[in-house]
Structures are given as structure tokens and as C-alpha cells.
């Protein structure tokens, strides 16, 4: 049995016009002989109107019911669909989460798939050729209704692909790809045709919208290929899979970007053992991710210790180190939201020399302050003023050669 995964996002099943042009590929699909699993998001802007009736009822909505209430969105989206399919004959079925069962842990809201029952799967699709799936959800071990956060929609894609081992999960959404930066602030950013699971982690952690990240990791665990696609076209996109040796041809693959960051700057904290623990544990426990880490030399045994979180999470920030701030020793917490991150991605880095000094130089040419650097093998990051967050990617994509053809070859 050859199956293949289709997901389509919240544009692709916005209205009958769209969902129409979602059956024809599904359609060509089935011609080609495939059993086809479709998972799908809920409509477009449907999951934004049910928060907000959430919040007209509730201040704080429980997240066990909160995730009752999203769930509803691929469930209309499910059972519309699979009514489309009959209408022309198609042997259909629409699943929910829990149906199928997609089992997660308990953190509603942000669930983690733990396990998917594969024979079941296997034993429906026997009797049907097209499943609709609904993405974003799942439930625990109690039967509880969870969802697996914003793009949830992929994981549950990635994770069907890999648990049936689907030939190919293709990714259907409003872009034709994965390019080397934004097309909307850089024109000459091009389609890549096929990227490595690690660059495209990189990139999804960094600020692209095109994936998200947890599928990613979900793809390269099981080795998943990912097939990003538009909706509306029929032409290739970017294949996400396995590192090969073609893919270290290029220095650097994109330029990505995060505006959604904010730097926190402890002055004058006591340079001893256990103050970074002092300092980074309780973040840690109220679950706010910490990003870039940079500690300036010892004086008179006080330093300055400066790091990034997400913006949403700034006054939680402050006032968890304003509670620890005589324990440290800190003289002033300083704050600034209007940086952001740039960053240049490439396997292409663990065999080439200079990309740190070619991005540097871009950035000092433009005279773009650098704030803070967080380097891997595959990537650089730099923490500048956000309003030079543009120019910084034009910059670094003209720099590194993006806008021409890249030098990899195909297999």
C-alpha cells in the first residue's frame, strides 16, 4: 500500500474555492494509486475568533477547556472536506484526534505527541482511500482533548508520515517554498529546491513561518521527507531531507529573522560560582526561554550579564530578577524591546573559513551595531537595533550571494 501525506494550511481550506482546488491535488494523488492521509488546519482566521470568544467568557480560560473549544476548528474543517470527497465518489473518512488516537502528554495547549496507533490507521485505510485527518490535536491518556500549539497542524502531519512510513509528507500552504529570506523584504530572495532537516531547524527557530520547528524535528528523527508546496501552483517547492554532500557546497543557505526578541542586561552582578544559576533557573521554571547568553569580563569581582527573551515574556522576566536582584548583587536591570535577531544558516559553514568575517563586514559597511553574537556549526546570529532589521537582510543575503543561483547539485 503506497500512501502519501497531504497537509494543507489554514489558506488553503479558507472557503469552497480553496477547498475545491485542495480536492483536484488530492484527486491526482489517488489517480497516481496513493491511499492519501490529508491532514488539515482549521480556516483561516477561524482559531483567532474562538480565542477571542474564549476571552469574552473567561479572563483566564481553563487550557483543558480552552482546548476543547480550538479543537472545534479542524473538526469543521475535517467533516466539510470529507463531504467534498464523497460528493464525487471518493471512499472518505473524516478522523479527529482522539479517533485516530493521535496520544499526547498533558501540557494543553502545547502537547507533545507521545505515540500513534499505526495498525489502527492501517486497518482504516484498508477499508477507505482518502482519510481526513484533523490536525493541531490530539488527547492524553485520560481522553482529554489537547492541542499541540500554533502550526500543530505539521507535527500531526510529520508524525502520521512517519508512524504508516508514508513515501512523502508534503507540506501545502500559501508559499511555493522555502526561500533564502523573506521574499516580502528582499525581491531577489530565491526558492530553494532542496535543504537540509538542520538548516530548516535553524531557520524555523530563527523566525521562518514556513514550518514548524517541532515537525521539523519530528522529520529528521525518523527521516521524513518533507515536501513543501503551494496550494495554489503546481510546480515544485523545497524538498527538506537528509544532509548530503552537494548541500555543503554553499557557504551560506538563508537569512533569517526574529523580531520577537527583547534583551535584558543585569549590571554589576557578583562574579562567583552558582549566580548564573541563581539567575537562569527560576526563567527557567516558569518556562521562558532564554536565547542569546553573552557575560562581559570580571571587574572588582562584578560583571554584566546580558541575554535575550521573547518579548511576550519581558515583565515576567523583570520581575522574577527583580525578587532575586539583592541575591546576585545586581545594581540595575536594564531592558530594551526594539532589537532583533539576524541570522545567516548553511551546513555549507563546517567547510568554509571567513562566513563570520563576511557577515561582520556586511553588517559594519552599513553601520549596523552588533549587540550580541550566538554562533553553532551551522549558524550565526546577531542581536542589532530593530529598526535595521531590513537593511541587515538585504545586506547579509547580497553578501553572501544568495540572489544567484546557488552552487548546489541535485542527486
Known sequence: MRVLVQKYGGTSVANLECMNKVREKVLISLDKGYKVIVVLSAMSGETNRLIDLARQWSHRPDPCEMDVLLATGEQTSVSLFAMLLKD??????????FQVPIQTDKSFGKARILDIDNERIEEILEKYDVLVVA????????????????????????????????????????????????????????????????EMLEMASMGAKVLQIRSVEFAKKYNVPIHVRSTFSDGPGTLVVQEDKSMEAAMVSGVAYDKDQARITLV????????????????????????????????????DMTFTVPKGNVEDTLNILK??????????????????????????????????????????????????????EIKISCLIEEKYTELAIRTLHEAFGLDQEAPRKEC
Not at 464525487?88 to 484526534?97: E, I, N, P, T
Not at 508524525?159 to 512523502?168: D, P, S
Not at 548583587?329 to 568554509?352: P, S
Not at 573559513?353 to 553553532?376: D, H, Q, R, W, Y
Open 268 to 303: 554589576g552582578v557578583y562574579d562567583e560560582p552558582g549566580v548564573a544559576a541563581k539567575i537562569f533557573e527560576p526563567i527557567s521554571r516558569a518556562n521562558i526561554v532564554v536565547d542569546m547568553i553573552v557575560q562581559n569580563p570580571s571587574r572588582e569581582g562584578k560583571t
Open 135 to 198: 490536525g493541531f490535536q490530539g488527547c492524553d491518556c485520560s481522553q482529554r482533548i489537547t492541542t499541540l500549539g500554533r502550526g500543530g497542524s505539521d507535527t500531526s502531519a510529520v508524525a502520521l508520515a512517519a508512524a504508516i512510513n508514508a513515501e512523502t509528507c508534503e507540506i501545502y500552504t500559501d508559499v511555493d517554498g522555502v526561500y533564502t529570506t523573506d521574499p516580502n523584504i528582499c525581491p531577489q530572495a530565491r526558492k530553494i529546491k532542496k535543504i537540509a532537516y538542520d
Open 88 to 97: 464525487c465518489g471518493v471512499k472518505a473518512r473524516s478522523l479527529l484526534g
Open 323 to 376: 525578587k532575586a536582584q539583592a541575591d546576585i548583587g545586581a545594581q540595575a536591570i536594564l531592558h530594551d524591546v526594539d532589537v532583533a535577531k539576524v541570522t545567516v544558516i548553511g551546513v555549507g559553514m563546517r567547510n568554509h573559513s571567513g562566513v563570520a568575517a563576511i557577515a561582520f563586514s556586511a553588517l559594519k559597511n552599513e553601520n549596523i551595531n552588533i549587540m550580541i553574537i550566538s554562533t553553532s
